[in-house]
């Protein structure tokens, strides 16, 4: 089921600063392992934190409905 935008909005204002920047990077279409997103984020130069922090925030935003885990570890 899809949310609207002002709900994502909504979801995305109460999470972490790390976890509103990783969600910028998890794409709609494909699923991407964490490694591979939290390389997208420190080749962009968005986050400096370490794969601990991105996993989990990527936890976080799954909790919150915000991304779906398709498959163990890919997002």
């Given at each position: 089921?899809?949310?609207?935008?002002?709900?994502?909005?909504?979801?995305l204002?109460?999470?972490s600063s790390i976890a509103r920047k990783v969600f910028e990077f998890v794409p709609i279409q494909d699923a991407w392992s964490t490694h591979d997103l939290?390389?997208?984020?420190?080749?962009?130069n968005a986050t400096g934190v370490s794969s601990y922090a991105v996993r989990r925030a990527l936890g976080e935003l799954k909790d919150a409905g915000l991304i779906r885990e398709p498959f163990g570890g890919k997002f």
């Open positions: 089921m899809a949310i609207t935008e002002s709900r994502q909005l909504q979801l204002a109460g999470q939290h390389n997208a984020s420190v080749t962009a």
